[in-house]
């Protein structure tokens, strides 16, 4: 992400991150709405590369800091509720791309997609959001955290 320098904490720079790829997804929505499946199809793309990048920072990155910082167990604590979530995301976006890659894409078939993968973002989002990023920026100490963000801003 451009423009990141002064996004300091875990909340402040996936939050932002959160809100970049909605606006993508928006775009997307709005070009299928108008019969533009290929400038959606392209921007499908766009929403699927930034959105897998975000949950491999959180799954690399984020979720590992905050069960060391926290002492809660990855399979039961709020990271494993995440990784489940990040496994439905993930699939539903299979079933988008298997959409823009059939010989015809369908904007309905597409709408209803993604009403489903916004709705679940919405609420994963959310959760991590009030919860997960509030916590991670108050349990980890301060020069952990900065690297932990310049991790998060440096990953490929």
Do not use: W
């Not at 949950?55 to 590992?64: A, D, Q, T």
């Not at 059939?102 to 959001?129: I, M």
Request: charged share 30%.
């Amino acid at each position: 992400m451009a423009a990141d320098m002064a996004l300091e904490t875990v909340m402040d720079y996936l939050m932002t991150d959160h809100r970049r790829l909605d606006g993508i997804m928006e775009t997307c929505r709005d070009l299928a709405a108008a019969g533009n499946m290929k400038g959606a199809g392209s921007k499908f793309i766009e929403f699927r590369k930034g959105l897998m990048r975000h949950i491999k920072i959180e799954e690399g990155l984020l979720f590992p800091e905050f069960e060391a910082a926290t002492g809660l167990d990855k399979s039961s604590g709020p990271t494993g509720v995440m990784r489940h979530e990040h496994a439905e995301i993930i699939r539903l976006l299979d079933l988008i791309q298997d959409v823009f890659e059939s010989a015809q894409p369908v904007s309905s078939e597409f709408e209803s997609l993604r009403s489903a993968v916004v709705a679940l973002l919405h609420e994963h989002n959310g959760k991590e959001e009030r919860i997960l990023y509030p916590m991670t920026d108050r349990m980890v100490p301060g020069p952990r955290l900065r690297e932990l963000v310049g991790r998060m801003k440096d990953f490929e």
